[in-house]
T-cell receptor
Framework: DSGVTQTPKHLITATGQRVTLRCSPR?????VYWYQQSLDQGLQFLIQ???????AKGNILERFSAQQFPDLHSELNLSSLELGDSALYFC?????????????FGSGTRLTVV | QKEVEQDPGPLSVPEGAIVSLNCTYS??????FMWYRQYSRKGPELLMY????GNKEDGRFTAQVDKSSKYISLFIRDSQPSDSATYLC??????????????FGTGTQLKVEL
């Protein structure tokens, strides 16, 4: 157990729907990162939050949004889902904002859009 | 052209062999370099990280960074069947504002056979 908790582990939903993925960082970690992993694109950075504030942004679609709450857990919201959004979504956390010493990943949420 | 290139493999070696995994990159701003190991259906696990150029050793693992050639390597000595996994290189610049976003290679699938 890495200490980063992601729920749910699996999610199957229809096109056009909206889902929320949840992440609890390791105790003491202030930064949360979201990544998408698909077979053809590998691991792609979506967004980072540090202590409730957005710190860095990747190629996150406008249909996707995220936030980090005062208790430091984070949620990734995916709306108007398309078949191509099917992927593994990982959350990671680190103590600081720069993440220079690497970060700890959760076990992921597998999203299937049908 | 991708910012980070990694041979996808698969790479198959006998137990006890020395394994060499490599990545090349194009962004000269990258300062943090990491290697992650990912078992099937699990989150990536940090193996090694280095800042800027040089070598770093941890047990059977050695990471090398050559910034002049934009080339990083991971060596695994005395490889074991339990090392069978996908190995991902990752790197990041130092971002203004203190954020961080890792750019990952697509991963090399390694199989260590008895």
């Amino acid at each position: 157990d890495s200490g980063v908790t992601q729920t749910p582990k699996h999610l199957i939903t229809a096109t056009g729907q909206r889902v929320t993925l949840r992440c609890s960082p390791r105790s003491g970690d202030l930064s949360v990162y979201w990544y998408q992993q698909s077979l053809d694109q590998g691991l792609q950075f979506l967004i980072q939050y540090y202590n409730g504030e957005e710190r860095a942004k990747g190629n996150i679609l406008e249909r996707f949004s995220a936030q980090q709450f005062p208790d430091l857990h984070s949620e990734l919201n995916l709306s108007s889902l398309e078949l191509g959004d099917s992927a593994l979504y990982f959350c990671a956390s680190s103590v600081g904002g720069t993440g220079g010493s690497g970060y700890t990943f959760g076990s992921g949420t597998r999203l299937t859009v049908v | 052209q991708k910012e980070v290139e990694q041979d996808p493999g698969p790479l198959s070696v006998p137990e006890g062999a020395i394994v060499s995994l490599n990545c090349t990159y194009s962004n000269s701003a990258f300062q943090y370099f990491m290697w992650y190991r990912q078992y099937s259906r699990k989150g990536p696990e940090l193996l090694m990280y280095t800042y800027s150029s040089g070598n770093k050793e941890d047990g059977r693992f050695t990471a090398q960074v050559d910034k002049s050639s934009k080339y990083i390597s991971l060596f695994i000595r005395d490889s074991q069947p339990s090392d069978s996994a996908t190995y991902l290189c990752a790197m990041s610049p130092i971002l203004t504002g203190g954020g961080n976003k890792l750019t990952f290679g697509t991963g090399t699938q390694l199989k260590v056979e008895l």
